[in-house]
């Protein structure tokens, strides 16, 4: 019987010890009427030698292209060290510290994650982690509304520069409460929110603006000027940024003028970028981050240092009194398990990449781009859409249909990038970009002579050319 | 000592990024960071060596037998892990196309297919990230189903004294007020109460069955019945899955909407505080309004199912397919267990339950339910030890970290006075059943001739009892540098 240790002579004693006949008799509260049978529809068992094969040849089969999609799911580089000890067995089968004396590693684990996430955002305080980026968006948006006493009102201001499906995730979690969520567009020419936009909003009364860094474009939003117009207007900031690109870009606490009230308040976004791989979106982790006067309000389990009885350092969760197990239907959240393990991960990535290291990540992210954005447009089929600068995501329209050349470079086993006319109509024959430090010169070459070589053979075919932009 | 401390400015894992700077001089100075996060500045070895030592502070299912109630800590086979993480499975874009995902997929349909037929519901959505979010799209749905046939008087929603917080506090995420029914003497839901209860404001109700108390509720058909004559849907908490799996089925009880803790039941890793997965499964009524991506089938193509095919959705959960590593490993674990193994788990798990608490209950300690049978788990209370002898449940519970053993769930539910929520899972062997009860029974005596030897445990952890009270007064959540 797989991984049920009883021998037939152990469970007759066991029986004898219960008082029951059989097996059988420990169910005897069932009503009859209900009890299951056969389950045929489920295949017999197979040993593991059996469901190897079957795994190892049905991964084979999703093959692994070469990958220019990034849209909220990025590959990076993860040192080898990190899987290793974050699927060590006492890190992988432990549960939620809430023993804490016989889990001080994971609780130690999660205040150094507290204190890396904190310092990488130029935040007060994190917590150990919620779902996924877009869930984590939809807490934030619940937090803010709770924490913002200046807003009577349940509208967030909602840029539609926000990723599509974080929008969507969004709507699904906080739609049931009865909040606003009032979407913005975005400057055609720059690709990002133009903050004088927002001036028919002055003086209403919003409790957050969401803003994205980069956007999901890949573009960089002004967040100074938007961070100031939304403390002005008494609104909170919410960011929901990537956590490599803030190794380089001005991290949320600090946006804004200098001299204004600075800094975004909650601060949130998907940490798979910090050591998880893509493997097909999950999972991953949330991150969540905020000023300490809210900390009250922040969804999730959150870990405090304090001491023992003989006065010795120690980790505990704190602030409990937030969560559903204390408060049920006044929590803060209904979260419970979270993605602790990916944590685990993100912390032993972050200590071994390291600040400067994770800087020198984000600044080749960057610079491959701008490198592969350079040889494909020089390509006079291929255009930039938006002028903003960018992080490591890239708009480009094609003046051929996009459609004809995606899957002909899937047979060439390469992935070009995300077809951005699905989610934004108006940007049909557009792909979003991105190449991270795992690409050579060789990859981005590759990619480039592919696609230049496909446009020309649907150029001398005589399909049709949009004009040039 | 933290990882911070150990930090040397100039000191960095060189092998792990790139080699040189890049020039970023097209991004407005404005928009740059000053300077380099200030993240820890260790070897690689340091960093080794640091989280290798930390995970051996702790207590986990692959050292320790770890009887948490309601946790189904039971053994996480390592093929489950090796095989999900072939590079195949790692590498995968989630906004790649299906035809680089058919190996994926198929396994995910065949989940859907195999949690189909063991819950006896009629279809399954394998999206959500955990049970929590898994009662979220199940109580989303159940608001759907009323609001679609404009049935919009409906409020409340009912929930047992005995239920974990999680449903208390999803019904309020769902804009829901919340209903407490009270549990008879035996422990099952009061049926005068629920009865009580109902009318045109009632949205539905969330049940465990198994009850957190750990024993069946008999009379659910009963239940069901009333719910459904008032208008009401049935929301099955699926935690203790485990302890009827492939003995009896929620649909055939009548549940029109469940999720599945996939970390518990299906023996995917806890991980220290997750990921799980929470699928949930419905009724053909509430099929429609199933959340999204689900995973269908084409001819022999695997396709994804999304708001376009399903325009009644409640949407999606989490911006891509979940958690879907931790479905892998649900799915091989499911694969290796056949439909001959599924019924195997509700039986040896029981087994294991009902033998330690007949052994506890000959060794002197007081089980909640006498009367009843033990599911997968059961309840001591210590009360009585706590009245005679000034010992507590939480006094026992550090002193079992001394021996070895992980705690059992302590003071959930708050509806028994000083408990323990024993659950040892079916992959425990009996040798440490009998190590457990040793160690009880030691407690016992040393509760009555030396209590002291409880108040003041742990004795043998990195730490002794910690002061949670200064932890929450005095907040000290990120490590500051001190002063030099």
């Known amino acids: ?469 | 000592m933290l990882i911070f401390e150990q930090s040397r400015p100039g000191r960095a894992a060189t092998a792990q990024s790139p080699l040189h700077s890049q020039d970023c001089a097209d991004i407005p100075t404005s928009q740059l960071r000053t300077d380099a996060p200030s993240l820890p500045e260790v070897s690689e070895l340091q960093a080794v060596r640091h989280y290798t030592r930390l995970s051996q502070k702790n207590f986990s299912i692959d050292t320790n037998f770890y009887p948490l109630g309601s946790c189904t800590m039971k053994y996480n086979p390592r093929a489950c892990n090796t095989l999900a993480m072939l590079p195949g499975f790692l590498a995968r874009h989630p906004l790649g196309p299906a035809s680089a995902g058919q190996g994926f997929m198929a396994c995910l349909y065949e989940l859907q297919e195999m949690l189909k037929e063991v819950t006896g519901m009629q279809a399954v959505s394998l999206t959500p990230a955990a049970g929590a979010q898994g009662e979220f799209a199940g109580v989303a749905m159940i608001r759907a189903y009323h609001v679609a046939r404009n049935d919009t008087a409906r409020t409340e929603i009912l929930v047992p004294d005995a239920a974990h917080g999680t449903n208390p506090a999803t019904a309020t995420m769902c804009g829901y007020t919340v209903h407490e029914i009270p549990t008879d003497k035996q422990g099952d839901v009061d049926l005068d109460a629920l009865k009580a209860a109902v009318g045109p404001h009632t949205a539905g109700i969330m049940l465990t069955n198994p009850s957190t108390l750990g024993i069946f509720e008999r009379r659910i058909k009963d239940i069901a019945k009333i719910v459904h004559d008032a208008g009401g849907l049935l929301y099955y908490d699926g935690a203790n899955l485990n302890a009827i799996l492939g003995k009896v089925r929620p649909g055939d009880m009548g549940f029109d909407v469940i999720h599945m803790n996939l970390h518990k039941t299906f023996s995917t890793p806890h991980g220290g505080g997750g990921p799980g997965a929470g699928p949930v499964g419905v009724s053909a009524r509430l099929e429609p309004f199933l959340p999204v991506p689900m995973v269908g089938i084409d001819g022999d193509e695997y396709v994804w199912i999304t708001e376009k095919e399903k325009p009644q959705s409640i949407g999606r959960l989490s911006a891509f397919m979940g958690n879907a590593g931790v479905l892998l490993r649900a799915y091989i674990y499911a694969r290796m267990l056949g439909h001959e193994g599924m019924h195997r788990v509700a039986e040896y798990a029981t087994l294991n339950a009902n033998y330690l608490m007949a052994k506890l209950r000959d060794a002197g300690f007081d089980v909640a339910f006498p009367n009843r049978r033990a599911t997968h788990e059961f309840i001591v209370t210590l009360k009585k030890q706590e009245k005679e002898l000034g010992t507590s449940a939480m006094d026992f519970a550090k002193r079992l970290l001394d021996f070895g053993y992980h705690a059992p769930t302590t003071y959930f539910p708050m509806l028994v006075p000083e408990c323990l929520l024993i659950e040892p899972s079916e992959t425990e062997a009996k040798e440490d059943l009998d190590g457990f009860v040793a160690a009880m029974v030691r407690i016992l005596d040393e509760a009555r001739s030396t209590p002291e030897v409880l108040k003041e445990a742990p004795h043998t952890q990195p730490v002794r009892r910690l002061d949670d009270v200064r932890a929450a007064r005095e907040l000290d959540l990120t490590w500051k540098a001190p002063a030099a």
């Not at chain 1, 999703?62 to 909220?72: H, S, V």
């Not at chain 1, 995606?406 to 006319?421: I, K, Q």
């Not at chain 1, 005589?462 to 004009?467: E, F, H, L, Q, R």
Request: proline share 6%.
């Open chain 1, 1 to 469: 019987m797989p991984f049920i240790p009883h021998t037939e002579h152990y469970v007759r004693e066991m029986l004898a010890a219960i008082g029951a006949k059989d097996v059988d008799a420990l169910f005897d509260e069932l009503p009859a009427e209900l009890r299951a049978r056969g389950l045929q529809a489920i295949p017999a068992a197979l040993i593991e030698q059996d469901i190897a094969r079957v795994m190892h040849e049905r991964a084979a089969r999703d093959g692994q292209p070469l990958c220019f999609i990034g849209a909220g799911a990025y590959e990076h580089h993860i040192p080898a060290a990190v899987w290793e000890i974050a699927t060590r067995g006492e890190f992988y089968t432990a549960y939620t510290p809430y023993q804490a004396e016989a889990s001080q590693g994971t609780l130690q684990l999660l205040y150094e994650y507290q204190t890396m996430m904190a310092r990488l955002m130029a935040m007060d305080v994190s917590n150990a982690s919620l779902y996924d980026g877009a869930s984590g968006l939809a807490e934030a948006v619940l937090m803010a509304v709770r924490a913002n006493r200046n807003a009577k009102s349940k509208r967030i201001l909602m840029p539609s520069t926000v990723h599509p499906l974080y929008r969507k995730v969004v709507r699904s979690i906080v739609s049931n409460q009865g909040i606003e969520l009032v979407e913005l567009p975005y400057c055609t020419a720059c690709g990002n929110l133009v903050p004088a936009s927002l001036e028919r909003y002055n003086g209403e009364d919003i409790a957050a603006l969401v803003i994205p860094q980069p956007n999901f474009f890949g573009v960089l939003e002004e967040v100074d000027a938007l961070t100031d117009w939304a403390h002005a207007n008494k609104a909170l900031v919410i960011g929901v940024v990537n956590p490599v690109a803030m190794a380089l870009l001005k991290p949320p606490g600090q946006w804004g003028s200098p001299g204004g009230a600075q800094g975004a308040d909650i601060v949130c976004g998907e940490g798979q970028p910090l050591g998880a791989p893509l493997s097909s979106g999950g999972p991953y982790f949330g991150f969540m981050c905020c000023r300490k006067d809210y900390v009250r309000q922040m969804p999730g389990r959150i870990v405090g240092r304090t001491v023992d009885r003989d006065g010795r350092t120690g980790y505990t969760l704190t602030l409990q009194a937030r969560e559903q197990h204390i408060r049920r239907s006044k929590a803060t959240s209904n979260i419970c398990t979270n993605q602790g393990l990916l944590v685990t991960a993100a912390t032993i990535h972050m200590a071994i990449v390291g600040g400067t290291g994770l800087q020198k990540v984000a600044q080749a992210c960057h610079a491959n781009t701008r490198s592969l954005v350079a040889k494909l447009i020089a390509n006079q089929y291929v255009e930039p859409v938006f002028t903003g600068a960018y992080f490591h995501e890239c708009v480009l329209r094609l003046r051929v249909p996009l459609k004809n050349l995606l899957r002909p470079l899937a047979a060439h086993n390469l992935l070009p990038g995300y077809a951005l006319e699905q989610d934004y109509p108006e940007l049909g024959d557009c792909l979003l970009v991105c190449a991270t430090e795992t690409k050579t010169e060789a990859d981005l070459n590759l990619f480039a002579d592919h696609l230049h070589k496909l446009i020309e053979r649907q150029t001398t075919a005589g399909c049709p050319v949009k004009p040039k932009m």
